[in-house]
């Protein structure tokens, strides 16, 4: 709902006894120029997004509920609309509540609006009519001048229409829609009557600063270079050192720094022994107490074959690791069969799935995994969503709906509770019935936290581990028309048993063994050696 609050003070409908001609004429008059001042305001904004036209908004003077106020509709003056909206809007200041065209005023109000009608009988009576009108002409011509000379400017610049398009994206996406506890159409226009947006860095700056009023670290103004490099990240590859980022949480919230997710396997962090949960403290000696975690991933990447120093904490150990950033592919998908030693020729064998990230091709890749491995006579799998920082939350949805033949996969909700469902038909179904095993840890976050729960609440899998990062909140981004972008949180989550999981995580049915492998090969002979102390075997794995 997009709406612009009237400046002036909202006229009073009091008629003194002594003279209620005089006194209406008065009421009159200041209402006319309320209006006229009012509408030089409001014209200026036409061509903002307005909702559904369905209903019309009208100053408070202009009341329209016909059923309770008849003569007054007959009366021209009270029955022109000057803006139009969406479903409900509230004047605050003149304390009406007006739905789809309807006015609905506090008793006293009524009595006083019943009063002025009264009185314009008499006053109309009284004196003729040309006179009057000529009187309303004439002070519609001197006020429209002088409401015309005193009204800012409001002529928009192509600075001007960027702010407002990121204003308008925020304004429509945002989950909380109180703003922090601000009036976010106040800042509006605050800003654009402030706010410095001659060049297009200083418009950048306005939306920057306008987002830090939200106080939310996940929603963020993205410079073409920058969204255009996020984009890559979903779908390709990135050049950088293969790391995963996050804000500190649970135990690690003092934490003076950025805590690792997760590093790429393979990748240049992965190689130089940087996991999950190690702090890191510095980037090129500056320090990352107080950075963003989007200033940070932008330090980490760079040029192929450029240099980056890292200084990381584990515990109480701090290192200095010198890393060359690289092209890091994002391959979603690594799977292998795991033959157990039992059996022969037709022991059982279980197909273990290693899925890394939810970029464009998580869920196509796992289909095609799960295909292959059938082929080869599995008939259980291992889904391992360790070190999984999550990437497209659509993704995730359709990963989930290949393992399940029915049920909720995730509720998203916003303020006011749950606004949408997502669940699942089983007509995307692939494999809903073979036994299924979930690897998690505190690296899962986010769209694999989503896939993890909805997969343990509907009882298809177990999961083993432990809790997961806890990143309850969900982003869309928006492309804005010079190539810019906008970050935005949308909406929370809940698992399909109605557990917010943001800073808690989704909690694991079992705990793995300390020693437990994370590369495909050493975990198949950790099903295949009894004596292996990260020993597990598939009574344990897939019992329920």
């Not at 929603?219 to 500190?248: D, H, M």
């Not at 990143?471 to 809940?494: C, H, M, N, P």
Request: charged content about 20%.
């Amino acid at each position: 709902m997009e709406a612009l609050l009237c400046s002036s003070p909202s006229p009073s409908f009091i008629i003194t006894r002594r003279n209620p001609t005089i006194a209406f004429k008065f009421q009159f008059y200041r209402m006319l120029f309320d209006w006229i001042e009012f509408k030089t305001e409001v014209l200026s904004w036409n061509s903002l997004y307005s909702g559904s036209n369905n209903s019309r908004l009208y100053h408070p003077i202009l009341l329209l509920k016909r059923s309770g106020a008849e003569q007054m509709y007959r009366n021209r003056m009270f029955s022109q609309p000057i803006w139009r909206r969406s479903k409900i809007f509230i004047d605050k200041q003149s304390f009406l509540v007006i739905q789809n065209g309807l006015a609905f005023l506090p008793r006293k109000f009524i009595t006083s609006l019943r009063k002025t009608v009264k009185h314009s009988e008499i006053f109309k009576s009284t004196v003729p009519n040309i006179f009057v009108r000529s009187c309303i002409g004439l002070m519609l011509v001197m006020a429209v001048n002088t409401a015309v000379v005193k009204a800012p400017s409001f002529a928009l610049s192509e600075e001007n229409l960027l702010f407002l398009e990121a204003w308008r994206t925020i304004d429509r996406a945002y989950i909380d829609k109180t703003f922090n506890g601000q009036s976010w159409f106040r800042y509006r226009e605050d800003a654009l009557r402030n706010e410095p947006m001659n060049t297009r860095q200083e418009t950048y700056a306005a939306i920057k600063k306008m987002i830090a009023t939200l106080d939310d670290p996940f929603t963020r103004f993205l410079e073409p270079e920058k969204f255009k490099s996020l984009r890559s990240g979903t779908q390709n590859a990135l050049t950088g050192v293969g790391l995963s980022i996050g804000y500190p949480t649970g135990k690690n919230e003092s934490a003076p720094g950025l805590v690792v997710i997760s590093a790429s396997p393979g990748g240049p962090a992965n190689r130089a022994g940087i996991s999950s949960g190690d702090i890191i403290l510095q980037i090129d000696n500056t320090t990352t107490e107080n950075m963003g975690i989007y200033d940070a991933a932008e330090r980490l990447q760079g040029p192929e074959g450029s240099g980056v120093e890292l200084t990381v904490l584990r515990g109480s150990e701090t290192r200095q690791l010198p890393l060359i950033r690289e092209k890091v592919s994002l391959n979603p998908v690594k799977s292998r069969i795991c033959k157990l030693p039992t059996g022969g020729d037709d022991a059982p064998q279980i197909g273990y799935i290693k899925l890394s990230s939810f970029n464009q091709n998580a869920s196509g890749a796992v289909r095609e995994a799960i295909e292959a491995l059938r082929k080869n006579n599995v008939n259980a799998f291992v889904l391992d969503l360790r070190d999984n920082s999550g990437g497209l939350f659509p993704e995730g949805v359709e990963i989930a709906k290949i393992w399940l033949d029915k049920g909720v996969i995730v509720y998203i909700c916003d303020s006011r509770g749950v606004r949408d469902i997502y669940d699942t038909d089983g007509s995307n179904v692939v494999a809903a019935s073979e036994p299924l095993a979930v690897l998690v840890n505190k690296g899962t976050a986010s769209a694999s936290e989503i896939l993890a729960g909805a997969l343990k609440d509907n009882k298809r899998a177990q999961l083993f581990g432990e809790p997961t990062y806890g990143k309850g909140k969900i982003q869309s981004v928006f492309q804005l028309s010079d190539g810019s972008g906008l970050a935005v949180t949308v909406a929370r989550y809940e698992t399909p048993a109605h557990n917010d999981i943001d800073k808690v995580g989704v909690i694991p049915d079992h705990p793995l063994p300390a020693s437990f492998p994370k590369d495909d090969e050493s975990f198949c002979n950790c099903l295949q050696n009894p004596a292996a102390a990260c020993h597990l075997n598939r009574v344990e794995l897939f019992s329920k």
